[in-house]
């Protein structure tokens, strides 16, 4: 089953953020060490490169320990995709996690090894990264999250609160 909710009223401006490149930059090195340290737990080769192309241009490096960062820890009732919450537009990232907790469906990205990297404090979900600096990471990410979950049988909820035109458009969102 599959659920859309759109919010198509949303102005030109909503959730607009200007970048802080030196928060961004820690943000994106906190993430590069956590998945590098993920990659050598596994004994891997160039995890330091391979952590680094993926979080700063969205390149893909094949190998099991990578994929693993995208497995779900448990297969959830539902599943709820998002795009276009942020921490000041209306309704917030908080609405969605609360709506998703109280509808018992599971937000995509915090069942998996990545998405427990991203929430961390140090990382913020990249929070401080303007669209263009991520838009890689976030794009291949989000296509990893979703191929985990085209295989199970669960309902997917997908909430959009993203403007038609202007920054940070829904056709330019990686949904």
């Known amino acids: 089953a599959l659920a859309v909710a759109v919010r198509p009223q949303a102005r030109a401006g909503d959730g607009e953020m200007l970048e802080a490149p030196d928060q961004c930059m820690r943000q994106q090195d906190d993430l590069i060490g956590q998945i590098e340290r993920a990659c050598d737990v596994e004994g891997w080769n160039n995890c330091g490169g391979a952590a680094r192309?993926?979080?700063?241009?969205?390149?893909w490096f094949t190998g099991a320990w990578f994929a693993d960062l995208f497995v779900?820890?448990?297969?959830?009732?539902?599943v709820s995709l998002w795009s276009g919450f942020w921490q000041h537009s209306a309704p917030t990232k908080q609405d969605i996690e609360n709506w998703a907790r109280t509808s018992k469906s599971s937000m995509l990205h915090p069942l998996t090894k990545l998405g427990t990297m991203l929430d961390q404090r140090t990382t913020s979900v990249l929070e401080a990264c303007a669209w263009e600096r991520?838009?890689?990471?976030?794009?291949?990410s989000s296509d990893q999250f979703v191929a985990q979950f085209?295989?199970?049988d669960v309902p997917v909820y997908i909430?959009?609160?993203?403007?038609?035109?202007?920054?940070?458009?829904?056709?330019?969102?990686?949904?």
């Open 150 to 152: 085209v295989r199970t």
């Open 53 to 59: 192309d993926f979080v700063v241009r969205g390149s």
């Open 134 to 140: 991520t838009e890689g990471f976030w794009t291949k």
């Open 72 to 78: 779900p820890e448990y297969t959830p009732s539902s």
């Open 159 to 175: 909430l959009v609160n993203k403007h038609w035109e202007g920054a940070r458009n829904l056709s330019s969102s990686v949904l």
